[in-house]
């Protein structure tokens, strides 16, 4: 039997959003990196995504550290997207018309006001909008809108895009992508010794100093058991993709429903959040609910083509928030776990990844996501409760 032998100095599981964030960092230091997927590159969550980089928006879960974390990847977008476009040549599609929280009725507006006075305590930025302003903004949104509220700061970005470029981008610092080659740490007197697993009919026995797990959804399974409890599950997202005339500019929010516009013509209609496992099938029920709230809210919808269905997983730990930094093993890393958040996460994890690969201390904004947390396997005790 063939095998697949080598060495790196650091080995990346799983080509999505993060792990190739992660991966360009750390090519970015002069590490020899490899990045392993069991599919193709950028095929899990990252391809769904809607791509909304939106602290304000995303505000509802109150969470001061995470809302802290994704403040500071936002402000560390705009010059890693421009370094990314300029080394992979490729656009990224990323906006700055901020979103618009949108009140199609008295119940919206009481959420949305909730909304605002989170943002407040958290110092994000966004501005009350009357009906006649929501209207000035985009005259393609529902007649029946009765006010709302404008995130200035709140950005976007096509994460298809993205990961194209983060793919040219790290293979041009001189990193390189083995794709449909399924892998997990091997460990060597309790550190981690390199990746093995298989990649088709070929063995994978690869060696480096460094692994960092970021399989999204699926990093449970590369998870080794002595590394304690990592309590991961996937969140379902039905999305959908039209296309058509531009109908807005800004993304449009209601409490229901989000629209983000793409400089191609594309309208991405999102999403579902379902607990359904690994369930992949579209439903009709949820395509019906997205486009009849993406309807009410701009009623041009119903002309557009329905382009795409997607469904895609969510990571997410049981206390929602992501596991990034070093684990109980000597030389794993986890970058996994940011559930709503990937692609808004993304350039903040692959930096402090690198950072702390290079042998830096634990920065202090990422003290809440420590991998750890979650404590340490159970062991038998002989009591039964
Ligand atoms: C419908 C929807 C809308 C979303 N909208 C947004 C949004 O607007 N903004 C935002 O910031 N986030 C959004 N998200 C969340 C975002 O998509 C995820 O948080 C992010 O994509 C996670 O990236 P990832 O790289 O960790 O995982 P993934 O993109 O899922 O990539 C993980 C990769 O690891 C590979 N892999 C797993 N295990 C192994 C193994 N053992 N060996 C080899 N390869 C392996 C998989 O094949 C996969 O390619 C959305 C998600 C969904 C589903």
Known sequence: MSAMVGDCDVA??????VGLAC??????????VTVFDRGEAGSGASRQAAGMLAPASEAEAEDQALVALAVESCKRYPGWVAELEHTSQTRCG????????????????????????????LGLATTALTRDEMLARESNLSPRVIGGLFAPEDRQINPRWL???LQTALCSVGGTIDCHADVAPSLQAGRVAGVEGRAGAEDVH????????????????????????????????????????????????TPDIYLVPRED???????TSEEQGFDPATTAGAVMDLLRHAWLAV????????????????????DNLPAIGPTGIEGLYAATGHYRH??????????????????????????????RRFGQPAVATGVVP
């Open 12 to 17: 990346v599981i799983g080509a999505g959003v």
């Open 23 to 32: 991966a360009y960092e750390l090519a970015g230091l002069g590490l020899r």
């Open 94 to 121: 990323y906006r700055t018309e901020g979103s618009l929280l949108v009140a199609l009725h008295r119940s919206h507006l009481e959420e949305i006001d909730r909304l605002a006075q989170i943002q407040t305590r």
């Open 163 to 165: 990961t194209i470029a």
């Open 206 to 253: 690869v060696r480096a100093e460094v692994v960092v797990l970021a399989g999204g959804a699926w990093s449970g399974s590369a998870w080794p058991e002595t590394a304690g409890s990592l309590p991961l599950r996937p969140v379902k997202g039905q999305i959908l993709r039209l296309r058509g005339a531009a109908l807005i500019d800004h993304v449009v929010r």
């Open 265 to 271: 013509g594309e309208l991405v209609v999102g999403a």
């Open 299 to 318: 009623p041009g919808v119903a002309e557009l083509e329905l382009a795409e269905t997607g469904v895609g997983f969510r990571p997410a730990l049981r």
């Open 342 to 371: 990937g692609v808004m996460l993304a350039p903040i994890t692959g930096m402090l990844i690198a950072e702390m690969v290079r042998g830096g201390p634990t920065p202090a904004l990422l003290k809440p996501f420590d991998p």
